[in-house]
């Protein structure tokens, strides 16, 4: 099993900045690289920015230039940098990653950008 848990999420007005962390933890050592997905009312879980197999960082077109993927291995954490954040950037935040069984999600974070 693996436990995922976000942390960062807030209310902030457009233009605004937020960092949000995943910590991993149980049975990490088979995982894929940990991602951000965004889920805003009415609509559909969405990728937000991930690792690519050869470990670059990939970002949906709407975010690229705004948001920064990162990730520290020693402490086991995932972060998401946001800046220039704009109000349809409104969503709970969820970071999530699997191995060959099954894919794991954190509890999400709500991210509120007024404007």
């Known amino acids: 099993q693996v436990q995922l848990v976000e942390s960062g999420g807030g209310l902030v007005q457009a233009g605004g900045s937020l960092r949000l962390s995943c910590a991993a933890s149980?049975?990490?050592?088979?995982?894929?690289?940990m991602g951000w997905y965004r889920q805003a009312p009415g609509k559909s879980r969405e990728l937000v920015a991930t690792?690519?197999?050869?470990?670059?960082?990939f970002y949906v077109g709407s975010v690229k230039g705004r948001f920064t993927i990162s990730r520290d291995n020693a402490k086991h954490t995932t972060y998401l940098q946001m800046s220039s954040l704009k109000p349809e950037d409104t969503a709970v935040y969820y970071c999530?990653?699997?191995?060959?069984?099954?894919?794991?999600w954190g509890q999400g974070t709500q991210v509120t950008v007024s404007s």
């Open positions: 999530g990653t699997g191995d060959r069984t099954r894919n794991y």
């Open positions: 149980g049975s990490i050592f088979s995982i894929n690289a």
């Open positions: 690792f690519t197999s050869g470990g670059r960082p």
